[in-house]
């Protein structure tokens, strides 16, 4: 029983294909985390980035801290000078607001005033 040097050649190289087997599934994973996970958080960092350079005075915004105030003077292109209360004003950083739901008017109250209680 001897082996034919046709079949002893083809058994000298087993892992030729499993390459290509392996870099397909891998490029489509890529593929998938990129439309998935990668795009989309490019995509809200560029509209955040957007929104943050064109507050301009008057608009409401809220920072990262939670606080809710008016702008009322833009400082320079990094910061901001925001009026929290009445006569209260604190300048913040372009980075540290988180958004601005209204341009150029003030925020209505989302909670009605509570009715007084008649207690007798």
Do not use: C, W
């Not at 490019?42 to 957007?50: I, L, Y």
């Not at 606080?67 to 004003?89: A, C, H, S, T, Y």
């Not at 601005?100 to 009605?112: F, I, K, L, N, Y």
């Amino acid at each position: 029983m001897f082996i034919t040097e046709a079949y002893a050649q083809a058994a000298t190289t087993p892992g030729a294909g499993d390459i290509i087997g392996f870099a397909v599934p891998m490029v489509a994973i890529m593929g998938v985390f990129y439309f998935l996970m990668i795009r989309p958080q490019q995509r809200k960092a560029k509209e955040q980035q957007n929104l943050l350079s064109s507050i301009s005075r008057g608009d409401t915004v809220i920072t990262h801290g939670g606080l809710i105030g008016k702008v009322v003077r833009v400082v320079d292109d990094r910061e901001l000078l925001v009026e929290i209360g009445e006569n209260v004003k604190v300048r913040v950083l372009r980075a540290g607001i988180a958004d601005v739901p209204s341009r150029g008017e003030p925020m209505t109250a989302e909670v009605p005033a509570a009715k007084p209680s008649k207690k007798k």
